[in-house]
């Protein structure tokens, strides 16, 4: 969802960083719908964690790669090897192909590597708001491949194979279109389908706090972590984005405030112990003061990222 | 070197944590020499980086697992593919192998895994002492290895495929034998190879503070990682050891105390810009409360490191 808002504002602006783009690839397990834009863009129907798959999706050698290719959370949780097999694999096999092409091009193949990383790289029991030297230890599977391809994306930078950065992207929030198996994707549910006159469930307590942000902020990380001066991240590659910490409860206040208690009472409320033990082992509050210092920006309140959603969806609240 | 000295002292015991042991695998990259005990031993040479390894070495279904396979830091930052290969992939393959034995045996088998990691887990800039809730960001191949098992380790305890454990060990001084290839190689050739009336060579400035334990420490480590209630670990599953934080002048000075100025005259200072370059990145003070309350005991003085070489060693210092 974040790569197809991605490829549309960059097929809207025709230009990345002052420079005209002068073509683009657009990958996904199922091909991508096709956009018009004032650059060729071919799509294609990719499995990355096919071994032959990243060579060749390398091999005309990008100058920017954006990596978001993953398998959510609940997936990764339920199926230990196919998380282990798209999220580590599959990041690792085209970080390889990266070095491979380097070394065919003697070196002077290095292209930009912007990868989607996680909050769910952390774990609980957390300090009140978690800082950006706090440890990495994951309470979920894929937490743990998105912690493992923070640590790979340091080291090939390092090592000078690509110029990587790895972002924490809070959960976004809200999600156009159908449910998928995210654990998180209630938060996005109890907003996106009231505002739509629809039912949606809520499993677990409104007292539960999360991190968040818009897809409007989420492509304006991607484009900024694109452009931005990378030499002032030093060796550590990774960070943890602005977002917008809310409980439940707040999400429901700025429902109500776009769409009247009416939406509200489409919540059905309907606990579900498996996605409750997910969410409890995950961050609630972050102090990003390193991304706000390098110039990443997100929301400062839910009310602004329903407003977000209305704007960028078109959608009216009914009230 | 550590896998030697703990399958001496549990040959010498003939027992582990109150049961009696009875039968041991040890396997190295060559065989490791036969060793007296009262169980049998089975000695092998085996590359654990070999798919077909891993499987054999974990069919017999054995109850404890010490994990100490590595190739050393300088190694795997000369050698991109053998350091990925060796240290992660060989790693996993072992964890990989008990997850598909423990399928096997219907759930089952479950064995306890004492993995070895490394401070090269961390990476500077650091704070005055290290606590155990920083962060980890390796400036080393090999550090990065380490830190991705570290994060393997945890999430194949949580699923409950073993009970897994890993130590962050010091670096190891006085080595005894030869010297390797680490780039912390110098921190025991400073005081071994003088000891020994032999010439050692300093590579880094005496200001240079790291942090070391030494092998009978070690191998302390190991046994009570073995033993211990892991349940009080909870999720967090990697720990960072005691040791003794000294500068290389520090150093010296206990080895003037062991053997006097004679065996100082034996050091000659000699720069080397890549070991400089790969120490500078190296934690050099930890605050391990956390192992410290699990128990785990290191000495309190590099002195105390040097007398413990003496007497595990048999050598008597040539004043």
Chains 1, 2 share one sequence.
């Not at 060729?40 to 390398?58: F, G, H, N």
């Amino acid at each position: 969802m974040i790569g197809r808002k991605l490829m549309e504002r960059l097929a809207a602006d025709g230009a990345l960083g002052g420079a005209g783009i002068t073509s683009a690839r657009s990958v996904d397990i199922v091909a991508p719908a096709p956009l018009k834009a004032p650059f060729p863009i071919v799509s294609e129907a990719c499995d990355i964690a096919a071994p032959y798959v990243p060579p060749r999706l390398i091999a005309d050698r990008p100058d920017l790669i954006f990596l978001l290719a993953s398998i959510v959370s609940g997936e990764a949780e339920a199926d230990f090897d196919k998380g282990y097999s798209v999220n580590l694999d599959g990041t690792r096999l085209i970080f390889e192909a990266i070095r491979r092409e380097q070394a065919l091009s003697g070196g002077a193949y290095r292209p930009r590597l912007v990868f989607t990383s996680s909050v769910a790289v952390f774990g609980a029991p957390f300090p009140e708001a978690i800082g950006d030297e706090f440890f990495t230890t994951p309470l979920t599977s894929y937490g743990t491949q998105k912690a493992i391809c923070e640590l790979l994306l340091a080291d090939y930078s390092r090592r000078g194979f690509f110029d990587g950065i790895g972002l924490r992207l809070p959960t976004i929030c809200v999600r156009p279109g159908l449910p998928n198996k995210a654990a998180s994707g209630f938060f996005s549910g109890i907003i996106r389908e009231p505002l739509a006159g629809k039912e949606a469930i809520l499993p677990v307590a409104d007292t539960v706090r999360h991190w968040h942000a818009s897809p409007r902020s989420a492509v304006g990380f991607l484009l900024h972590a694109a452009t931005m001066d990378l030499a002032a991240l030093g060796a550590r590659r990774n960070l943890t984005l602005p977002g917008v910490s809310a409980t439940v409860a707040e999400q429901i206040d700025a429902l109500r405030a776009a769409a009247g208690e009416a939406a509200v009472k489409l919540i059905r409320r309907e606990r579900d112990p498996v996605i409750e033990r997910i969410v409890a082992g995950w961050p609630t509050r972050f102090d990003a003061s390193r991304a706000r210092g390098l110039g990443f920006k997100a929301e400062s309140s839910f009310g602004e990222i329903v407003r977000a959603y209305l704007e960028d969806e078109h959608v009216s609240a009914r009230a």
